[in-house]
């Protein structure tokens, strides 16, 4: 049985709300309401390292993620960019994640 998980913190992300994100956890997610198809968000740990991902599911309903960036290098515009890429890549049959791992 699968343990009961509480949603992810969903916040309209601006590069404002990205540096101030912070957590205690051992990693907390937090996803952009307003992306769709699939989830995009930053992913902090308490170490202060932030990274930009896009999350779908695949043509089968398995769930994937994808690093996009470190946020401290990658721009919130241009990964947002990024997933945008990826979502048309889903939508359209793909499985970027899968591709990534077979490369």
Known sequence: M?????????????ERTVRSFKTI?????????DFTPGSFGVRVYPTGVKRYFYL???????R????LGDAGIL????????ARKLAAE??????????????
Do not use: C, F, W
């Not at 956890?25 to 309401?33: A, C, F, G, R, V």
């Not at 889903?90 to 490369?103: F, I, L, M, N, T």
């Open 56 to 62: 779908y599911r695949n043509s089968h309903g398995e």
């Open 2 to 14: 699968d343990p009961v998980q509480e949603p992810m913190p969903r916040r309209t992300l601006t």
């Open 25 to 33: 956890k051992e990693q907390e997610d937090l996803l952009d309401p």
């Open 64 to 67: 994937r993620r994808i690093v």
């Open 90 to 103: 889903v939508q359209e049959g793909g499985d970027p994640s899968h591709d990534k791992r077979e490369a």
């Open 75 to 82: 721009s919130l515009a241009d990964a947002r960019k990024k």
